[in-house]
Antibody, heavy 121, light 109 residues
Framework: QVQLQESGPALVRPSQTLFLTCTVS?????????WGWVRQSPGQGLEWIAT???????YYNPSLKTRVTIFLDKTNNQISLTLESVTAADTAIYYC??????????????WGQGTSVTVSS | QSALTQPRSVSGSPGQSVTISCTGT?????????VSWYQHHPGKAPQLILY???ERPSGVPDRFSGSKSGNTASLTISGLQADDEADYFC?????????FGGGTKLTVL
């Protein structure tokens, strides 16, 4: 079955860029679907971050749009996310997800286990 | 947009039923049927258990059911089992924005 596995640094310094990767197994991301990221932070709760369509169209949460980039690595079957100029407010568990039907997701039918990121000096 | 409002915790004994509410506004929960529910056992991947208010994905038992009235959606779990003990959160797609619930911890007594 299709599985999502996030990876990335556990600790990031303030003002640095966070780089996260989601490895998809059991399905080629080139073949279809939207793919995205959601995060859960102590302060903001759960929040949709970004989505990318398998053909490359990208969609961003307006509140994060200026700092976020999502892209596909089709060679390695991965979805990657960069978040620039991080602050403590970006401390969260970051989940890789598969949004269904719409770019921001009518719903999310697949989730990874999440990767915990702390922003601290 | 504010998070959807869920009770922080609910509890029930094995075999009983519990209902978890998810209250939004006329712009999100009340505006359409794009409400979904997720079960999350800590440390594991969240799992979709309901979408479009009442639809169950393949493999989700019919003990899980959903409904909506006005700006409030509800998840009902009947015949509680020990494995149902988990966090549950709702989600609403409002078109111009999306919003999650704050999450509810279900304890099976």
């Amino acid at each position: 079955q299709v599985q999502l596995q996030e990876s990335g640094p556990a600790l990031v310094r303030p003002s640095q860029t966070l780089f996260l990767t989601c490895t998809v197994s059991g399905y080629s991301i080139s073949s279809g679907f939207y793919w995205g990221w959601v995060r859960q932070s102590p302060g903001q709760g759960l929040e949709w971050i970004a989505t990318i369509y398998h053909k490359g169209s990208t969609y961003y949460n307006p509140s994060l749009k200026t700092r976020v980039t999502i892209f596909l690595d089709k060679t390695n079957n991965q979805i990657s996310l960069t978040l620039e100029s991080v602050t403590a407010a970006d401390t969260a568990i970051y989940y890789c997800v598969r949004p269904r039907i719409a770019s921001a997701g009518h719903y999310f039918d697949l989730w990874g286990q999440g990767t915990s990121v702390t922003v601290s000096s | 947009q504010s998070a959807l409002t869920q009770p922080r915790s609910v509890s029930g004994s094995p075999g009983q039923s519990v209902t978890i509410s998810c209250t939004g506004t006329s712009s999100d929960v009340g505006a359409n049927n794009y409400v979904s529910w997720y079960q999350h056992h800590p440390g594991k991947a969240p799992q979709l258990i309901l979408y479009y208010v009442t639809e169950r994905p393949s493999g989700v038992p019919d003990r899980f059911s959903g409904s909506k009235s006005g700006n409030t959606a509800s998840l009902t779990i009947s015949g509680l089992q020990a494995d149902d003990e988990a966090d549950y959160f709702c989600y609403s797609y409002a078109g111009t924005y999306t919003v999650f619930g704050g999450g509810t911890k279900l304890t099976v007594l």
